[in-house]
């Protein structure tokens, strides 16, 4: 396996990492962002087993990787506008329960490492010519 292909597995273990920060998807990061409510933990989950079931597919699939790369800046931002509003809750929240104040620390960067990841393997594999 080339790791381009263990980069979408990475990627999709990255995700899977919700399920620990959330307890097993109880709610307690949705407590603090609705976007990370039971369903939308559960929804990252999904988006990781995506990542992961196209590792030996994205040279044909270059379009997926752009979708993926969206996806990344979407949480990516969202981590970044929720930081600049609440970034000054974050010791507090880290005191109160570490698990879930690391995550909101650290969640964005990676999804933002991602982004860049997927984006390159989508302009790389753009065209054609990589088919054969």
């Known amino acids: 396996m080339n790791r381009v292909s263990w980069g ?7 995700n899977s990492g919700i399920g620990i920060f959330s307890y097993g998807f109880s709610g307690n990061l949705g407590a603090v962002d609705p976007l990370f409510s039971t369903q939308g933990c ?5 988006w ?3 990542y992961i079931a196209l590792k030996d597919h994205y040279k044909v ?3 997926m990787s752009v979708v993926f790369c969206l996806e990344k800046l ?18 507090s ?8 104040g690391l995550f909101f ?12 990841f997927f984006g390159w393997a989508a302009w790389r594999w753009r065209s054609p010519r990589h088919l054969a």
Do not use: E, K, R
């Open 93 to 100: 929240l880290m005191a109160q329960d570490f698990l879930t």
């Open 42 to 46: 559960l929804a990252i989950q999904l």
């Open 8 to 14: 979408f597995i990475v990627a999709g273990v990255y």
């Open 105 to 116: 620390y650290i969640y964005g960067a990676g999804d933002l490492l991602f982004m860049l």
């Open 74 to 91: 979407l949480y990516g931002v969202h981590w970044l506008l929720w930081l600049s509003a609440h970034g000054d809750n974050l010791p």
């Open 48 to 50: 990781g087993l995506a």
């Open 61 to 63: 699939m270059p379009a």
